[in-house]
T-cell receptor, first 113, second 117 residues
Framework: LAKTTQPISMDSYEGQEVNITCSHN???????ITWYQQFPSQGPRFIIQ???TKVTNEVASLFIPADRKSSTLSLPRVSLSDTAVYYC??????????????FGSGTQLTVLP | DGGITQSPKYLFRKEGQNVTLSCEQN?????MYWYRQDPGQGLRLIYY???????QKGDIAEGYSVSREKKESFPLTVTSAQKNPTAFYLC????????????????FGPGTRLTVT
C-alpha cells in the first residue's frame, strides 16, 4: 500500500511559484501519481497525473524523480484563488484494488496578498 | 451539462435511522466510488463499483451498503450500524476501471453533508 505523506500546510504570496512535495516510499512499479485540489465543502478536482519525469498541463507541472518515491506539484504564479487543500493520490494499477484509493490528509496552501 | 449530482446537499437524521444518499452521473462512466471525509481529514473509500451490477468494499465499508443497478446511479445507504455517520460524503466516477495507459482522473460530485443527532 503506497501511503502518502505531505506537509500539513504551506503559505505563499501572490505571483510566486509554489512547490508541494508528496512522499510515497512504497509506490509499486506500475502505480501512477495523481494530484487533486479541494476547496471547502466541495468535491476534489483533478489537476494532473504522471508516471515518471515531468508532466505539464495548463495549470501545473508534476516532477517525479527516477526512484519515484516522491513527487512535486508545481503551481506557477499562484493567486488568491489557489488557496485550497492539495492531495496526492497513488493509483494502484496492476493490483487493480481500489481499496488502496485513500487520500492522505493533504496540504493546506494559503496564498497571501 | 455532463457531471455528477449528489442530493441533497445537507441531510439531517436522528440516530438509529437509515438514510440513503443519491449519486447520479451522465458521463457514461463505468466506475463509481463513494468516499467519506471527516473535518480536517483526507478522503476514505467506502465502496466502489467497477461496472454496473458490481460493487466492492473499500477501507471503511462497515455500516454502509450500496447498489449499482443502473450505470448512471450509485446510491449509498448509511445504516444504523454505522457508529459515527456524521460526515461529508463524496461520490465520484471515472471513465474506466484502473486500466493501464488510461486517464486516472476521478470526477467528483458536490458532496452531501450528513448530520446525525
Amino acid at each position: 500500500l503506497a501511503k502518502t505523506t505531505q506537509p500539513i500546510s504551506m503559505d505563499s504570496y501572490e505571483g510566486q511559484e509554489v512547490n508541494i512535495t508528496c512522499s510515497h516510499n512504497n509506490i509499486a512499479t506500475n502505480d501512477y501519481i495523481t494530484w487533486y485540489q479541494q476547496f471547502p465543502s466541495q468535491g476534489p478536482r483533478f489537476i494532473i497525473q504522471g508516471y515518471k519525469t515531468k508532466v505539464t498541463n495548463e495549470v501545473a507541472s508534476l516532477f517525479i524523480p527516477a526512484d519515484r518515491k516522491s513527487s512535486t506539484l508545481s503551481l506557477p504564479r499562484v493567486s488568491l484563488s489557489d488557496t485550497a487543500v492539495y492531495y496526492c493520490l497513488v493509483v494502484p494499477i496492476i493490483s487493480g484494488s481500489a481499496r488502496q484509493l485513500t487520500f492522505g490528509s493533504g496540504t493546506q496552501l494559503t496564498v497571501l496578498p | 451539462d455532463g457531471g455528477i449530482t449528489q442530493s441533497p446537499k445537507y441531510l439531517f437524521r436522528k440516530e438509529g435511522q437509515n438514510v440513503t444518499l443519491s449519486c447520479e452521473q451522465n458521463l457514461n462512466h463505468d466506475a463509481m466510488y463513494w468516499y467519506r471525509q471527516d473535518p480536517g481529514q483526507g478522503l476514505r473509500l467506502i465502496y466502489y463499483s467497477q461496472i454496473v451490477n458490481d460493487f466492492q468494499k473499500g477501507d471503511i465499508a462497515e455500516g454502509y451498503s450500496v447498489s449499482r443497478e443502473k450505470k448512471e446511479s450509485f446510491p449509498l445507504t448509511v445504516t444504523s450500524a454505522q457508529k459515527n455517520p456524521t460526515a461529508f460524503y463524496l461520490c465520484a466516477s471515472s471513465p474506466h476501471w484502473l486500466r493501464d495507459g488510461s486517464s486516472y482522473e476521478q470526477y467528483f460530485g458536490p458532496g452531501t453533508r450528513l448530520t446525525v443527532t
